[in-house]
């Protein structure tokens, strides 16, 4: 078969039931030249003997004929037969330990039966566009989720996260997305939704931190008309809202213990109450779960019920910290640039090499965040050197100041320590009330410390809120107003 003068692209399946072959054969054979094979041992013969195909799609469930032999045995070994023949793995009930380990032996894409015509031509459509080319670990990836999202990778440790989410997002079963803060668990959620069964339904997030158990409950679940005073009309909760869209739990550790139990029950079977209900409420909701909290240490505490983390543990999604993956910092700095200064209607500056050396060489406790407001200010202030004395560790006046205390000009080493310490606890501290908009509640939550605390360190560094503009300063310019100055 040929279109307009070139050869059809050759495609092969391998299923035990001959129903399933004559559906992808329909649904195919006009475009494609399809060849259908019911055992292992059959395709085996024909790959040796015949030219590559463009792509295989391999039921998960078909096995050698004489052998005891599953799907990752028979794919790798179909791997090693034909290195460079992109799979699609056909699966009814695969644990998605082996899906995951599928994609990481080769597998281009999984498809979960029962499928339809759009699924078929959405992974071979996929799949021979990009067949021919090699993929690198360091290739950069900007995948629009929003109107202002976007998941950027440029590494190989990003490129596992996108392909896990792009697998656990078809499974449509619960995910727990654990990293420190500002890692970029709601921009991973919003992936997995994108790239779901779901995507073209709502997607909303509730962070479990910011309101007080009752407040919360009521925002989840919604109340009847005076189940407590001021509710003058029925309410709708959020669960109810995105009824067969996605729900993202952020904070999930900070969830009250009474909240936990009736979030359990709406993971096994669906249903809830409003608040002052008698009658159930169905829903066809995915839960994602986010936190920066150690889930296994708060589960030994007993302030989360190990059976909810069970239930929310359908898979897990890790995301790593900045400092664990700095050569990505020049691609998000660059990205971040483009991203404010569209935002705020002006040209993106230049990033020299010693300032990109700066943003490398610092931690970044405050990962993905810090780095977008760090470049956000070098937007707004226009001064590299600022910027670049304000990433480092120890600015030379106070290194200067703590060798003349000591005789001969030595320093003290501890006090070298402790100083470099304190720097750092202080820019951590003030970022999260900066992000958190000086609510101090949930900086203490975001920083896992008492509330207590932190007032004491706010006092002890003197830190101070962002003065407002007195009334008699003139009016700023636009581009002040936009910049929040």
């Known amino acids: 078969m040929k279109t307009q003068g070139k050869e059809c692209p050759h495609i092969a399946a391998l299923d035990a039931d001959p129903a399933v072959l004559e559906y992808i054969r329909r649904i195919l054979a006009d475009r494609f030249r399809v060849t259908t ?28 004929d004489d052998a005891e032999e599953n799907a990752l045995g028979l794919l790798a070994k179909t791997r090693a037969l034909k290195s460079s023949l992109p799979i699609v793995m056909l699966a009814c009930s695969a644990e998605l330990k082996e899906v995951v380990a599928a994609t990481r032996m080769g597998a281009a894409d999984v498809i979960l039966k029962p499928f339809n015509k759009t699924d078929i031509d959405l992974a071979v459509e996929q799949c021979l566009k990009t067949s021919g080319k090699p993929k690198s670990d360091d290739e950069v990836t900007e995948i629009p989720l929003d109107e202002n999202t976007f998941f950027v990778r440029s590494s190989k440790r990003m490129r596992e996260i996108e392909s896990q989410c792009t697998l656990v997002a078809r499974a449509d079963i619960p995910v727990l997305i654990l990293g420190e803060s500002g890692t970029g668990k709601e921009v991973a959620a919003l992936l997995i939704h994108k790239m779901s069964a779901r995507s073209q339904r709502g997607f909303l997030k509730v962070n479990c931190a910011a309101m007080p158990a009752d407040l919360l409950e009521s925002e989840l679940f919604g109340y009847e008309q005076g189940a407590f005073t001021g509710a003058v009309k029925s309410k709708p909760g959020k669960f109810e809202i995105c009824n067969n869209g996605t ?129 956000k200010r ?57 992000d958190k908009g000086w609510n101090r509640k949930a900086a203490a ?19 101070t809120p962002p003065r407002k503009r007195p009334d008699w300063i003139e009016p700023a310019s636009s581009f002040d107003q936009a910049q929040g100055v």
């Open 37 to 64: 094979f019911t055992s292992a041992l059959e395709l085996n013969r024909s790959l040796s003997d015949s030219p590559t195909p463009d792509l295989l799609l391999m039921d998960w469930h078909v096995t050698e």
């Open 247 to 375: 729900i993202l739990l952020d904070e999930i550790g900070e969830l009250p213990p009474a909240l936990q139990a009736k979030l359990l029950q709406v993971l096994q079977d669906g249903s809830f109450s409003r608040l002052g209900s008698r009658t159930s409420v169905k829903v066809d909701v995915r839960v994602i779960a986010a936190t920066n909290i150690d889930i296994k240490a708060a589960i030994a505490k007993k302030t989360f019920r190990e059976d909810l983390f069970y239930r929310l543990n359908g898979f897990t999604v890790r995301m790593p910290p900045l400092r664990d993956r700095t050569e990505e910092i020049p691609v998000l700095s660059q990205h971040f640039m483009r991203k404010v200064a569209a935002k705020y209607e002006c040209d993106p500056l230049p990033i020299s090499p010693a300032l990109m050396q700066a943003l490398t060489l610092y931690s970044w406790p405050g990962n993905l965040r810090e780095l977008e407001n760090t470049i």
């Open 378 to 434: 070098y937007l707004v202030l226009g001064n590299e050197q600022a910027i670049m004395d304000e990433l480092s560790p120890l600015k030379s006046t106070e290194f200067a100041a703590l060798h003349s205390e000591q005789p001969n000009g030595r320093a003290n080493l501890k006090k070298l320590v402790r100083n470099l310490k304190g720097n750092a606890e202080a820019v951590a501290i003030a970022q999260s009330l900066e």
């Open 445 to 463: 939550n975001d920083l896992q410390i008492s509330y207590k605390a932190l007032l004491y360190k706010i006092k002890q560094y003197n830190l």
